[in-house]
């Protein structure tokens, strides 16, 4: 029975063991920033378990690595993926759970000896995470057209290595064109990288979208001074507006309510003395949520509560878009078929947003797409202490499995043993 | 007549210039740490000066310079100086005008042949910043009795030199014990460094007095998590009550009013990522009043604020002292002569509080001591900006001039020539 169908758990775990070898930290945790030797030695690995499984590999010009197993038909194939380029300080699931789980059930349909009607097709695409080379996403998003291949070729990381010098230093500078083939549909297991399922004591999360998301830079400019010498009112001080906003930015969120989330994650004085006024003040400001009209309001507000403080506090604020992106639904189908399939193997399931970025969202604007997500131990992410418990690894890659599976119309069983 | 003494600008203004000279900076500021070779350079140069000038010279085991012009009477010097060490981003004048306008005042002295009753004395005092080895103010400390001598001299920098090692590598480590004499009275000439001269067109500050310090450090924990996935509700992000702190700061010290200021210079986010709720935050809180009664209160005010700010956030808040200094209350005879030599010469004239720590401070514990302000242009010190103007110098330094001779008690004009 094609309801019978499980994936191997072992197998699964050891070959995210084995991948956490590449860029390895003392802590327990992965570095594997993008085209670095520890992602070379990491793509190696893929590579080879891919033709280890009897898939056709191909490496595109933005080194996505793309592995399919033939269907019967030469239609388009029914896709999973995500990535295995992590933060410096990343864990071992983020991406590489969703890359993984989709050689796992390529081993699954091997094993099986199962032919599908469509091709199925595992997905690793280059710089998800965006945290050595700007923008994040960008193989996905070369991929699907909405990001231009030669400015991401031209992308530099800090130290003046470009992207176009390093996939071919590693030996992933492809000649596959980008984008030479759509999927029919396309589906990425996650770890949720947020509290919600573990605290609501859910297994798999079906996700509705990805939140729109609105960085911000902002520049105070005040007056430095003595901070034993310089009277109260005769002080022009960024810190104290800066001090404002971040208070601001979490009251505006939670009066908005519903998905609005606002963060100041960074903020950074200058000189940063403890007996001197600051000159300046650098800090940003994360704005996310599901809908673009309400996000589009929060901006708003920002806006004008800015230029009230501006006013007030005698100081300049220069601001700097760092990022905007705006929301993602994916397909209702999808979406429900998720859920379907997630309660028929007897596990709670519950409708979320997605609050970070993933390759998913790239996708979803040229095919039918969905996410599974299953919970992070602690919310905990991009952070060497990410967890998830193996039973709810499990869950997620069978839910894959099976989305997969029932997508790829399998009209036959062949048993030749 | 005595009266018409006046100090040559001209070569106070020339001697600045070439003792800026030890330790330039490109912008025309003055990088001369505590004991570094800039600063031996700057000490030779004094020494050189104070020997040029007839001066008995001594260098303490702290090393301080004292020069002393002989009276006609072995007792306690008439006493004035100040420091030539400097912030890494000096300027030119902070603590170097004091010093040099007292070498000024003996030139006037020795041209007009002024025998005085008492000595005339001046002091350069080692380590007034504190940028390099802390305490601060530490010449002045130890000459005074109230630092230990052997605890100083076994203060590091940040790479492990010892002040003990500096000093005997820059041939300043001295024979003379510490504190071997007392002055009849202190006296220091020294920028504002605030704004309230210029900004009342004021040229001369009779000082009252320096004011308390309470220097706070504060660690706030809270939890770490991804600023797009964890909800409003289920945060504990030390930024929001942080910030809250810094708004409380400048508030309290508002609604205390009077001498009451309060400053958040420095600030620091851990990770400080656009898209990371951060884990902790360490800031400082830098508060001063004139009255000892009303530092404590704003301590006490902040304490409570804490405490309600870690019960409301869920973060925990940890405290350390960096530094706590009374009040210091100068001398009121002192501080009428001031003003009164001060006006004689034609001068506006104003008390004020020194909102910075000064050597005066710690000389007002054992003998009638008193400061003299000039303007700072803007207010700005520390800053290779910081400027006097020339005509407000020489004005500073005339009121040094008469105050010193006034208390030095000339009692007979030889006329030798």
């Given at each position: 029975?094609?309801?019978?169908?499980?994936i191997?758990?072992?197998?699964?775990?050891?070959?995210?063991?084995?991948?956490?070898?590449?860029?390895?930290?003392?802590d327990?945790?992965?570095?594997?920033?993008?085209l670095?030797d520890?992602?070379?030695a990491?793509?190696d690995?893929?590579?080879?378990?891919?033709?280890?499984?009897?898939?056709?590999?191909?490496?595109?010009?933005i080194?996505?690595?793309h592995?399919t197993?033939?269907?019967?038909s030469?239609?388009?194939?029914?896709?999973t993926?995500?990535?295995?380029?992590?933060?410096?300080t990343?864990?071992?699931?983020?991406?590489?759970l969703?890359?993984?789980?989709?050689?796992?059930?390529?081993?699954?349909?091997n094993?099986?000896?199962?032919?599908?009607?469509?091709p199925?097709?595992?997905?690793?695409?280059?710089?998800?995470?965006?945290?050595?080379?700007?923008?994040?996403?960008?193989?996905?998003?070369?991929?699907?057209?909405?990001m231009?291949?030669?400015a991401?070729?031209?992308?530099?990381?800090?130290?003046?290595?470009?992207?176009?010098?390093?996939?071919?230093r590693?030996?992933?500078?492809g000649?596959?064109p980008?984008?030479?083939f759509?999927a029919?549909?396309?589906?990425?297991l996650?770890?949720?990288?947020?509290?919600?399922l573990?605290?609501?004591g859910?297994?798999?999360?079906a996700?509705?979208g990805?939140?729109?998301?609105?960085?911000?830079?902002?520049?105070?400019?005040?007056?430095?001074?003595?901070a034993?010498?310089t009277?109260?009112?005769?002080?022009?001080?960024p810190?104290?507006?800066?001090?404002?906003?971040?208070?601001?930015?979490?009251?505006?969120s939670?009066r908005?309510g519903?998905s609005?989330?606002g963060?100041?994650?960074?903020?950074?004085?200058?000189?940063?003395?403890?007996n001197v006024?600051?000159?300046?003040?650098?800090?940003?400001?994360?704005?996310?949520?599901?809908?673009e009209?309400?996000?589009?309001?929060?901006?708003r507000?920002l806006a004008?509560?800015?230029d009230?403080?501006?006013?007030?506090?005698?100081?300049?604020i220069?601001?700097?878009?760092?990022?905007?992106?705006?929301?993602?639904t994916?397909?209702p189908?999808v979406i429900?078929?998720?859920?379907?399939?997630?309660?028929?193997?007897?596990h709670d399931?519950?409708?979320?947003?997605?609050?970070?970025?993933?390759?998913?969202?790239?996708?979803a604007r040229?095919?039918?797409?969905?996410?599974?997500?299953?919970?992070?131990?602690?919310?905990?992410?991009h952070n060497?202490?990410?967890h998830t418990?193996p039973?709810?690894?499990?869950?997620g890659?069978d839910?894959?499995?099976r989305?997969?599976?029932q997508l790829?119309?399998i009209?036959s069983?062949?048993?030749e043993?």
């Amino acid at each position: 029975m094609l309801t019978d169908l499980r994936i191997d758990d072992t197998r699964l775990l050891q070959r995210l063991d084995d991948l956490a070898c590449h860029g390895a930290r003392e802590d327990g945790g992965v570095s594997r920033l993008a085209l670095t030797d520890a992602d070379k030695a990491g793509r190696d690995q893929v590579v080879a378990w891919m033709r280890r499984l009897g898939l056709d590999v191909t490496i595109d010009a933005i080194g996505n690595i793309h592995g399919t197993r033939r269907g019967r038909s030469d239609g388009p194939p029914v896709m999973t993926g995500s990535h295995i380029d992590t933060v410096a300080t990343g864990g071992l699931y983020d991406g590489n759970l969703g890359g993984l789980a989709g050689l796992e059930v390529i081993e699954v349909l091997n094993a099986a000896r199962l032919e599908t009607t469509r091709p199925v097709a595992v997905g690793f695409f280059t710089n998800e995470e965006g945290a050595r080379f700007a923008p994040d996403m960008m193989g996905s998003g070369v991929h699907q057209g909405s990001m231009d291949l030669e400015a991401c070729l031209a992308a530099v990381d800090v130290n003046g290595a470009t992207v176009e010098a390093e996939l071919a230093r590693i030996g992933f500078a492809g000649d596959t064109p980008c984008g030479n083939f759509r999927a029919a549909a396309f589906f990425e297991l996650h770890i949720e990288q947020g509290p919600v399922l573990e605290r609501e004591g859910i297994t798999i999360g079906a996700v509705t979208g990805v939140q729109g998301i609105s960085w911000t830079e902002l520049v105070l400019s005040g007056q430095s001074n003595h901070a034993g010498t310089t009277p109260m009112g005769l002080r022009r001080d960024p810190m104290v507006p800066a001090a404002q906003i971040a208070v601001f930015v979490r009251d505006m969120s939670d009066r908005l309510g519903g998905s609005q989330v606002g963060t100041v994650g960074a903020l950074t004085a200058s000189p940063n003395l403890v007996n001197v006024v600051p000159a300046s003040v650098t800090m940003t400001v994360d704005l996310r949520n599901t809908d673009e009209d309400l996000l589009q309001e929060a901006e708003r507000r920002l806006a004008g509560h800015l230029d009230r403080l501006a006013a007030d506090e005698g100081v300049d604020i220069e601001t700097r878009v760092l990022a905007r992106f705006e929301p993602v639904t994916f397909d209702p189908d999808v979406i429900g078929l998720v859920a379907e399939v997630a309660r028929d193997l007897g596990h709670d399931v519950r409708r979320l947003p997605s609050g970070a970025g993933h390759d998913a969202q790239m996708l979803a604007r040229v095919c039918p797409t969905g996410m599974v997500f299953v919970p992070s131990v602690g919310g905990i992410s991009h952070n060497p202490a990410e967890h998830t418990d193996p039973v709810d690894i499990t869950a997620g890659a069978d839910v894959l499995l099976r989305t997969l599976v029932q997508l790829a119309t399998i009209d036959s069983e062949k048993s030749e043993s």
